[in-house]
């Protein structure tokens, strides 16, 4: 299969959150999609979690904390496909939520980046993620 899309997910002590967003990603994600978790020094199970709950997952376990940037960078250089999503680990994807966004990314190659709406565990928009450009 051809690569199609690449989820980058840093960690850094947060196993539960980390099993409910792979959870999500293994429910959702479309074929041709590699999972890359990047692991900030945890020492705190996820590794152990990665490779026995999900060993599909490429995992890069980090003996420090490198930082967000750094981790992400480190999967984004391992990874193959043309898109690639940086998923933080208390994210949880929902159906179809991939497939528009490689949609609008695929037919619209004016788009060098997309993200999508982020919304509460009860469905409400979470006004927290809107950003505004500077002014």
Do not use: K
């Not at 429910?27 to 999609?33: C, F, Q, R």
């Not at 026995?52 to 990874?79: C, K, Y």
């Not at 690639?84 to 695929?106: I, K, Q, S």
Request: net charge negative.
């Amino acid at each position: 299969m051809t690569a199609l899309l690449d989820v980058a997910v840093v960690s850094h002590r947060c196993r539960d959150l980390l099993q409910r967003c792979l959870t999500s990603i293994e429910e959702h994600a479309p074929p041709g999609t590699t999972t890359w978790v990047v692991d900030n020094a945890s020492n705190d199970g996820t590794v152990g979690l990665v490779q026995e709950r999900f060993p599909a997952v490429r995992l890069i376990a980090n003996n420090r904390n490198v930082g967000f940037a750094a981790a992400t960078n480190a999967a984004i250089r391992e990874g193959a496909a043309p898109y690639v999503l940086a998923l933080n680990p208390d994210a949880e994807l929902r159906a179809r939520t991939l497939d528009v966004l490689l949609e609008l990314m695929r037919e619209r190659p004016d788009v060098g980046i997309a993200g999508c709406r982020l919304e509460r565990l009860d469905g409400t928009f979470d006004h927290a993620s809107r950003r505004s450009f500077p002014t």
